[in-house]
């Protein structure tokens, strides 16, 4: 009977790679429009210029940009992007009011 010896592999063993349960594909860099957008939508009450700049760490013209974009996109769309002076919302387009209406009562 031979020794026991610890197992050592040799130059002709091979490590075969695990297979992945499932592969995550890396998010796409989302647009200040698309950040600007998600703040919105998150924020649930107006807010300034300023503190979306702050936030995207961007300067306060790059929002601007960014809103008119974003205002120009949800002109057809059940949203709409209200401005009263430096205060931004997203809010219901208002053609939808009636349905709005039946949906909360």
Do not use: K, N
Request: glycine letters at 2%; a negative charge.
């Amino acid at each position: 009977m031979s020794p026991l010896h610890p197992f050592t592999p040799s130059p002709t063993h091979f490590v075969m790679e695990q297979p992945r349960l499932f592969e995550v594909a890396a998010l796409p860099t989302p647009s200040t429009v698309q950040l600007v957008e998600s703040l919105l939508f998150v924020a649930g009450e107006s807010v300034t210029v300023a503190q979306l700049a702050q936030a995207l760490e961007l300067p306060a013209d790059a929002v601007e940009a960014a809103l008119d974009r974003l205002a120009a996109l949800c002109a057809m769309r059940g949203v709409r992007v209200q401005r009263q002076d430096q205060h931004i919302q997203l809010v219901s387009a208002p053609e939808s009011a009636a349905v709005i209406e039946r949906l909360r009562y």
